[in-house]
Nanobody, 127 residues
């Protein structure tokens, strides 16, 4: 059972930055694509972006393009979400998730295609 633990959330002013981390418990983490999702109160869980197992492909939804950056360090079993120019509408619980199939060359955007999930970290953007 792979365990994923997110960290780095918090309260930040509009225009500020945060860097989220997601550490996996298993060394096979490097075999799987990873996704970042977020869920605001009363809203559905939304795909934010993802990265393939070898960092060959990275993708984002349009509303975060140019502001968010996903990266990974397989030697540290960790994936990152750097968030810049944060807006109040970015407020949500952010989750990382591991793809259900290893070595996929494409990024999956559906939550049901991810097998393992972290418990989430709260990001609040407010003045």
């Amino acid at each position: 059972q792979v365990q994923l633990v997110e960290s780095g959330g918090g309260l930040v002013q509009p225009g500020g930055s945060l860097k989220l981390s997601c550490e996996a418990s298993e060394r096979t983490f490097g075999d799987y694509g990873m996704g970042w999702f977020r869920q605001a109160p009363g809203r559905e869980r939304l795909f934010v972006g993802g990265i393939t197992w070898n960092s060959g492909t990275i993708a984002y939804i349009d509303i975060v393009k140019g502001r968010f950056t996903i990266s990974r360090d397989n030697a540290k079993n960790t994936v990152y979400l750097q968030m810049n120019s944060l807006k109040p509408e970015d407020t949500a619980v952010y989750y990382c998730a591991a793809d259900s199939i290893p070595f996929r060359p494409q990024i999956r955007v559906g939550a049901d295609e991810y097998r393992y999930w972290g418990k989430g970290t709260q990001v609040t953007v407010s003045s």
